[in-house]
């Protein structure tokens, strides 16, 4: 029985990001993560928006459902641009009661931060949605694969990553269903006051990790019976990127440079 | 051979042994099944000959490999006794079924051609041809259990542990998985298989009886089913197809080890036909297991009116796909109705919505007339001691009457109650949850449930993973509720079980009841269970094919 699908789990969707090399879609996610960082505020930021809205519209991303996922980050979101907008000790340059008046430098701040980690958020999860955890963990091993050298575990700590992907869907799948069964044993999760709602959710929590533990010891003992930590650590090879993926490299690339340099001319 | 000789074992030193000198050889090509109560020390001994637990004195050795030697040692036994266990989602280390096959035969050093073979032929034998690219956890359960088999295979081990490897499976998923077993022991593996399931035990070339960590009887499976009744009926979960071996056997049928349940029926028709059995006989044996099949000449309960109606209810959990598709289906108070489909038929969708816990897309659930409210049904869902969470088994039992805003003097008398119900001695009631063994999480889990004081009960699979004597305390549970007049739902996949106990029962396929009727009227309508999309239950088949039989023959 699946009760959830947890945010940004992969869709399989004969998409153009859902073909492209996974090693390409992370090294790009990293790239915009600097260039979003490196853009400051002018006109030119937009760009970043249209970047997203255009990824999102080739990955088919369903942004309603994804948007009623996020409400509550929404609400961390709406108190940052609050926190930087609001002046209390009347410097703001348009007072609203008393003291209190909004600062618009520093609105046009909070403005910047809130956009950055929507635009950052919604290209995670375009290259999530479009990504199986395999693929994600191999193109991790291979970016890594250098470091091999300088003895880091890369083998181990691609095993773990994918290990720690597959458990995501479990986790959240684990928790509705206890918390499904604890509704049916008269918790009730959504009113009352703030302690009484988080003791409810010990009812959930504590067979949570009780479970996954168990569960994480027995994979354990699967893997030692099938011979794992033995392996003379070699790692899986993904080969050289096909030229279509490079140019989309490139070109990528050059956006995430084109952009903070052109917000720093405008 | 795989040999374990005077081998004790014990988890800490104050408990009693899980192991008391136990000693047990098997050969390559053997089918061994290792039966007993849970907590008897099978899954002990099971992990001491795969290497995973050493003993604490004796000896293993497997082909003349010890594991207590050295580490080396203890990897060769790993790699020469595969071990598949119960859930097969917590073997999976990957997302993708090659890359899962390929995990342990990489560890052991095997690249590019060589592990490509392997992996082609693992899969191959477990009857997973071309799976290689698919999604391991979009599989069946019973095609993830495969996957697990051929994760073990690919190591080319000479022998397989199997820790109630079958016991998550579906009815129709159990034969593939004897067929496999016996295939593989043809291949020359032998195959030691921890189990409750008589058909498993019948079809086993061996049969080892383990009684408080000590063999208590070793040898063919039918000289226990014939010679050792009552051993054979307290460790062995009952099923018709051993009365009706028993019967057939009484009228001169010499059984050998392994087992052919078809092989039997087929004699007893010939016998009929040769008239060397005279159609009384036959009669008596047809009635035995109808009786068997369907309970002991119960008499119907009255019925009362009508507890819980579901009308066209309709679940989606997403826009593909309907997990609930217009399902109506009641239960009265004082029956017990059971409610079965193969997996992802929409069993435990349908006990959600009926417990008021998600609300339906189209369609009603309505409880004496009004909608449904959380607390009008109890569900106990499956594994419900996975939903234990407090500090004693008596808080455990008295968080739903407390949720419910009872007082104190209510809360007790509804804990008492839920505590004898499903017979809890009062000295458990101090006990740290998470301490108790299986069965008695279950029973404690369960209880919890019933301490919600509902006029309503649903049990999902509450027979899964327990031992014969578990099983039978549940059937007893559902008999007791509807005999205090509540309406009960046993949700499960396996029938032959539940068709003793049940009043009434409805089949589910794709989200619809496509069947509804008394037990009775299931074993005689034959195209109930092609209309559910299932197998037909061994015993209901041998039951309709000697009746058919002394049918042609009276005519």
Redesign the interface.
């Known amino acids: 029985?699946?009760?959830t699908?947890p945010l940004g789990s992969f869709v399989a969707r004969d998409t153009a990001p859902a073909r492209m090399d996974a090693r390409v879609k992370i090294l790009l996610l990293l790239a915009c993560a600097i260039g979003v960082f490196a853009t400051g505020a002018s006109w030119v930021f937009f760009a970043w928006v249209a970047v997203l809205v255009g990824l999102c519209a080739l990955a088919r991303l369903d942004v309603a459902a994804h948007l009623r996922a996020l409400a509550p980050v929404a609400f961390i979101l709406a108190f940052t641009l609050a926190a930087n907008a609001l002046a209390l000790d009347g410097h703001g340059d348009i007072a609203l009661a008393g003291p209190i008046g909004i600062d618009t430098a520093g609105a046009l701040r909070g403005l910047l931060a809130v956009a950055r980690i929507v635009i950052l958020l919604g290209l995670a999860l375009v290259v999530s949605s479009s990504t199986?955890?395999?693929q994600l963990a191999d193109a991790c091993v291979s970016l890594l694969s250098p470091l091999a050298r300088l003895g880091v575990p890369v083998a181990d700590i691609g095993?773990m990553l994918?290990?720690a992907?597959?458990f995501i869907?479990?986790v959240s799948e684990?928790s509705s269903?206890?918390q499904?069964?604890?509704?049916?044993?008269?918790?009730?999760f959504d009113h009352g006051g703030l302690v009484t709602r988080i003791s409810s959710w010990?009812?959930v929590l504590?067979?949570l990790v009780?479970?996954l533990f168990r569960?994480a010891e027995?994979?354990g003992?699967?893997?030692?019976?099938?011979?794992?930590?033995?392996?003379?650590g070699?790692l899986v090879t993904m080969g050289r990127l096909r030229p279509r993926d490079a140019a989309v490299l490139i070109v990528g690339l050059s956006v995430c440079i084109a952009i903070p340099v052109m917000a720093r001319f405008v | 051979m795989l040999i374990a000789t005077d081998v004790t074992a014990r988890y800490s030193p104050d408990a009693p042994r899980a192991l008391d000198g136990v000693s047990l050889s098997v050969r390559p090509g053997e089918v061994v099944s290792l039966i007993g109560a849970n907590g008897s020390g099978k899954s002990t001994l099971g992990a001491l000959l795969v290497g995973m637990r050493l003993a604490d004195t004796g000896r293993i050795e497997v082909d003349g490999c010890d594991p207590a030697r050295d580490a080396a040692s203890r990897r060769e036994v790993r790699r020469r006794v595969g071990f598949v266990r119960q859930h097969p989602f917590d073997q999976l280390v990957s997302t993708v079924v090659y890359d899962e096959v390929a995990f342990g035969p990489r560890n052991l050093g095997a690249r590019g051609d060589e592990l490509r073979s392997r992996v082609t032929d693992a899969l191959a034998r477990v009857g997973l041809e071309g799976y290689e690219r698919r999604d391991t956890t979009a599989l069946s359960g019973g095609e993830q259990q495969l996957l697990a088999f051929a994760g073990v295979l690919a190591m080319q081990p000479s022998y397989l542990v199997l820790d109630e490897a079958s016991s998550m499976l579906d009815s129709s998923a159990r034969p593939r998985h004897r067929a496999l077993v016996r295939a593989l022991a043809d291949d020359g593996l032998g195959i030691v298989q921890i189990t409750h399931d008589p058909l498993e035990v019948l079809a086993s070339d061996r049969a080892v009886v383990l009684e408080a960590g000590r063999i208590r009887f070793d040898g063919s499976p039918l000289e226990l089913v014939l010679s050792e009744r009552s051993l054979w009926d307290a460790t062995v979960v009952a099923s018709p197809c051993v009365d009706a071996l028993r019967a057939v056997c009484a009228l001169g049928y010499q059984a050998c080890a392994p087992v052919d349940l078809d092989g039997v029926m087929s004699w007893l028709e010939d016998a009929l036909r040769g008239s060397c059995v005279d159609a009384q006989a036959g009669a008596t044996v047809l009635a035995r297991m109808r009786a068997a099949l369907l309970g002991d000449g119960r008499a119907p309960r009255p019925q009362g009116a009508s507890a819980i109606d579901l009308l066209s209810v309709c679940y989606s959990y997403d826009r593909d796909q309907r997990a609930l598709d217009g399902v109506s289906v009641n239960v009265h108070a004082g029956e017990v109705l059971l409610i079965a489909g193969a997996s992802g038929s929409g069993k435990s969708t349908l006990s959600c919505v009926a417990a008021g816990l998600i609300a339906p897309d189209a369609g009603s659930v309505e409880v004496g007339g009004a909608r449904v409210r959380t607390g009008d049904v109890g569900v106990a869902f499956q594994r419900p001691e996975d939903q234990l969470f407090c500090e004693s088994v008596a808080d455990e039992l008295a968080f739903a009457p407390r949720n419910l805003g009872c007082d104190e003097g209510e809360v007790d008398a509804r804990v008492r109650r839920a505590a004898d119900l499903v017979g809890l001695p009062s000295e458990l009631m101090d006990r740290y949850p998470f301490d108790l063994s299986g069965g008695q999480a279950r029973r404690v889990a369960v209880a919890s449930v019933l301490s919600l004081g509902a006029r309503i009960y649903m049990l999902d699979e509450p027979t899964a993973g327990l031992d014969a004597a578990g099983r039978s305390a549940m059937h007893e549970l559902a008999r007791t509720l509807a005999g205090e007049g509540l309406a009960v739902a046993v949700i499960s996949h396996d029938i032959e079980e539940w068709l003793a106990v049940a009043d009434r029962v409805a089949l589910m396929s794709a989200g619809r009841v496509v069947w509804g009727g008394s037990p009775g009227a299931l074993v005689d309508d034959p195209g109930a269970f092609a209309r559910a999309r299932m197998e037909e239950p061994q015993a209901v088949a041998l039951v309709r094919r000697l009746a058919g039989e002394l049918e042609g023959g009276a005519r």
Do not use: F, H
């Open positions: 029985m699946r009760l699908n199986t955890p395999p095993l994918s290990l992907l597959r869907p479990i684990e269903r206890i499904l069964a604890q509704r049916s044993r008269g918790v009730d010990a009812s504590t067979p009780v479970s569960r027995r994979l003992e699967s893997m030692e019976a099938r011979c794992y930590g033995t392996s003379d070699s």
